[in-house]
Nanobody, 125 residues
């Protein structure tokens, strides 16, 4: 079982930046496929970004050029650098993972086995 814990959320003004972190337990992180999802109030949870075990990345269109997903396998940590934040980025952000060395673009919740508890990001206008 892999345990994921997000941190780094908070309140920021539009145009600002935040970096989310997701600390993972276990010894399989380096060979795991990891992703970030978010859920805004009253909306379904949606895919934000994903990274494969060989650092191939995928993004939803609305965050391309503003968000960067990365990983540090030595620290068992996943990151999401968020720049040029907009009010519509306000949501609870979740990290997720699956034990996979695939390079396919896994954008659906059903593809992920492990989930964190979420961290709130609020962007004020």
């Amino acid at each position: 079982q892999v345990h994921l814990v997000e941190s780094g959320g908070g309140l920021v003004q539009a145009g600002g930046s935040l970096r989310l972190s997701c600390a993972a337990s276990g010894r399989t992180f380096s060979r795991s496929y990891m992703g970030w999802f978010r859920q805004a109030p009253g909306k379904d949870r949606e895919f934000v970004a994903a990274i494969t075990w060989i650092d191939i990345t995928y993004y939803t269109d609305s965050v391309k050029g503003r968000f960067t997903i990365s990983r540090d396998n030595a620290k068992n940590t996943l990151y999401l650098q968020m720049n040029s934040l907009k009010p519509e980025d306000t949501a609870v952000y979740y990290c997720a993972g699956r034990p996979s060395t695939s390079s396919s673009p896994y954008t659906g919740e059903r593809h992920y086995n492990y989930w964190g508890q979420g961290t709130q990001v609020t962007v004020s206008s």
